[in-house]
């Protein structure tokens, strides 16, 4: 089984073949290539039409390389499989039009992949255990969600940010103390230097008010300690000294409370394995206080390495090969949509 993964729904233009020898081998990852669109950093954030038409003149060659890697030719392809939701729908639509096509001139299967069931398949590329039965933290830059995963194709949708999403706080919070896009791994830099007594936000939706069983308790919500960050940055009269111990304020308010809300999840549950995907796992600062936190309640943490954390291929292609083994085929009208549930996910009780 040897599944071509492509994945275009925000500005990386991926593709990566994943293969299984038998039933009861682990999935490898043969070849992964991601090409970074550096031509939204001077916008300072991605611009749609331009990511579409990006993706159109990188996806052949991004395509070739990945077969090259691996090592393989179109013709030992099993099926195509294909980010098909959520994302940029003009970006999206590159990767569907083209997998599409590719499926038909070679007479395989399409298979549509959810990008969120990427990330919670990343780590099981790398970690044989990072498998259900666990609680999944995904921190991108367009989503925040707190899933319970029984088994794969089962996820129950515990909690969700308010307002932005973690990558985006960060991203913002970069922009507002004059650091490059996208920001996150810049915060994370700067904040390494700060001193952690300066400056001390109030953790977001994690004190006496939010108990177990009430509404929100799992939720999240960044906006305030986002305006926290605006109001330090216009309060301070010497930014250049200020910079790195706000990052680290800042910082450290979200890690604790994404923690705190995955291991409050975790032990409810009774689950013993945490998996972290999306960018904002590639914050080291993050893995290691969710490692830290959950080894006081006998939980391990587990987390890809930041090439399989962002956006790529591999995990859809991985993803694919979930779907693909269900007897799940896309249609020629197999459709690209900005918005959509994962598949198989539920809200609590519902
Ligand atoms: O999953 P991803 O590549 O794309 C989306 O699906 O959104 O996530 C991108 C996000 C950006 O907001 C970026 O700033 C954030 O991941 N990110 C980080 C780090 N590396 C990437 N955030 C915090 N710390 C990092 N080291
Ligand atoms: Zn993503």
Known sequence: MRIL??????????AAIVERAGPHDRPELRSLVILSQDVHAVFGGVVPELAARAHLTSIVPVVDKALTDANASFGELTAVAVTH???????????VS??????????????????????????????PNAEPPFMALLVSGGHT???????????????????????????????LLGLPYPGGRYVEELAATGDPAR??????????????????????????????????????????????DIARGFQDALIETLVEKTVRAADERGRSRIVLGGGVACNRTLVAAARDRAASMGATVHSASPRLSTDNAAMIARAGLYRFERGERGELSLNAYA???????SLPHG
């Not at 993964?5 to 991926?14: Q, Y």
């Not at 939701?85 to 990767?95: K, N, R, Y």
């Open 98 to 127: 083209y997998g599409k096509s590719l499926a038909y001139s070679l007479g395989i299967p399409v298979v549509a992949v959810h990008h969120m069931e990427g990330h919670l398949f990343a780590a099981s590329l790398e970690d």
């Open 5 to 14: 993964g492509i994945e275009t729904s925000c500005d990386e233009t991926s």
């Open 199 to 244: 400056f001390r936000f109030k953790r977001p939706m994690l004190g006496g008010a939010w108990k177990e069983g009430q509404p929100g308790y799992h939720d999240v919500s960044f906006s305030g300690l986002k305006t926290a960050v605006l109001n330090a940055v216009r309060g301070s009269n010497d930014i250049e000294r200020d910079r790195a």
């Open 339 to 345: 918005t959509m549930a994962i598949p198989g996910l």
């Open 145 to 175: 969600m707190l899933i319970d995963c029984p088994e794969w194709g089962s996820y129950e949708l515990l909690g969700g940010t308010r307002d932005d999403a973690a990558g985006e706080a960060f991203d913002k919070v970069a922009k």
């Open 85 to 95: 939701a959520p994302g940029l729908i003009g970006a999206l639509l590159a990767g």
